[in-house]
């Protein structure tokens, strides 16, 4: 079984920053990629940004330039530095990786329970 942990959620103002982290742990034999969403009340949950085993990153529109996504592959640990931050912002985050427990094994994908952002003065 495999555990996806998030920590770092909050309360910020406006214009503040927050990081973000996840590890995974359990029966790991590696991890593809590693990725943030998001979900807002009354919204579907989007993709935040996602960074490959090799470090390639992906991220929305809408957090280009204030968001960064990394990886510590010794920790298997995702990061996410969320700065410049915005009321709608607001959110649940959650951590996902495509994992694969066994060699030889097909990847498949992991959540974490959730951390919560709110952005407000």
């Known amino acids: 079984q495999v555990q996806l942990v998030e920590s770092g959620g909050g309360l910020v103002q406006p214009g503040g920053s927050l990081r973000l982290s996840c590890a995974a742990s359990g029966t790991i034999f590696s991890i593809n990629a590693m990725g943030w969403y998001r979900q807002a009340p009354g919204k579907e949950r989007e993709l935040v940004a996602v960074i490959t085993s090799v470090g390639r990153t992906n991220y929305a529109d809408s957090v280009k330039g204030r968001f960064t996504i990394s990886r510590d592959n010794a920790k298997n640990t995702v990061y996410l530095q969320m700065n410049s931050l915005k009321p709608e912002d607001t959110a649940v985050y959650f951590c996902?990786?495509?994992?694969?427990?066994?060699?030889?094994?097909?990847?498949?994908?992991?959540w974490g329970q959730g951390t919560q952002v709110t952005v407000s003065s």
């Open positions: 996902n990786a495509d994992v694969r427990t066994a060699y030889g094994g097909i990847y498949r994908a992991y």
